[in-house]
């Protein structure tokens, strides 16, 4: 079955810290991954996404991603995290020519000052 | 960057009775897409609307429930049916720009159903 999972629901760090958002998936076909931020109020922002090539991706806030086919993971990266990077990620997946994306639950990352 | 306006932005309603959510994005699209985020959960599709057809909808939606028009190719309203508080949830809008295959995300609507 397809299926994205996000381990950890709820993320604390310091300002400052580095950052680690954990995302596997399970897709039979070779997927198209993504991060999406929500942040209070407004709607889901693309970070990044992955569809080919350089396993290492860089999106856009100082994010970077990194596709791991052998761990079937796409975790979400940030070395130095900032007080405005508190929100709720999203992790997805996707195949070619399909808008299904399937989401995971999310993790809710709180920055403290 | 695409500009995506849904209204309203929140409502309350009552049991029984019916919200119609609008979307409203900067330029022609081909496709867009309705999500449920029900609280503490993923985003579900709903449907996809594509202008000048029936809305296409996912396993568990049914029209009856949730009515969609596409009238343009700017436009598109959702129509929450017959609303219980299980229908309390964060409805969004999406559209894909032939960009790749990337979603833009209005800013949902969130409705809370007494």
């Known amino acids: 079955a397809q299926s994205v999972t996000q381990p950890d629901i709820h993320i604390t760090v310091s300002e400052g810290a580095s950052l680690e958002l954990r995302c596997n998936y399970s897709y039979g076909a070779t997927p198209y991954l993504f991060w999406y931020v929500q942040s209070p109020g407004q709607g889901l922002q693309l970070l990044l996404k992955?569809?080919?090539?350089?396993?290492l991706v860089q999106g856009i806030k100082g994010f970077e991603a990194e596709f791991k086919r052998s761990q079937s993971s796409f975790n979400l990266r940030k070395p130095s995290v900032h007080w405005s990077d508190a929100a709720e990620y999203f992790c997805a997946v996707g195949a070619s020519g399909t808008y299904k994306y399937i989401f995971g639950t999310g993790t809710r990352l709180k920055v403290l000052a | 960057s695409a500009v995506i306006s849904q209204k309203p932005s929140r409502d309350i309603c009552q049991r029984g009775t019916s919200l119609t959510i609008q979307c409203q994005v900067d330029?022609?699209?081909?496709?867009m897409f309705w999500y449920r985020q029900q609280p503490g959960q993923s985003l579900t599709l709903i449907a996809t609307a594509n202008q000048g057809s029936e809305a296409t909808y996912e396993s568990g939606f049914v029209i009856d429930k949730f009515p969609i028009s596409r009238p343009n190719l700017t436009f598109s309203t959702l129509t929450v049916s017959n609303m219980s508080p299980e229908d309390s949830s964060i409805y969004l809008c999406?559209?894909?720009?032939?960009?790749?295959?990337?979603?833009?995300f209005g800013s949902g609507t969130q409705l809370s159903v007494l």
């Open positions: 330029s022609q699209v081909t496709m």
């Open positions: 999406s559209v894909d720009y032939g960009d790749n295959e990337k979603l833009f």
């Open positions: 992955y569809f080919s090539g350089d396993t």
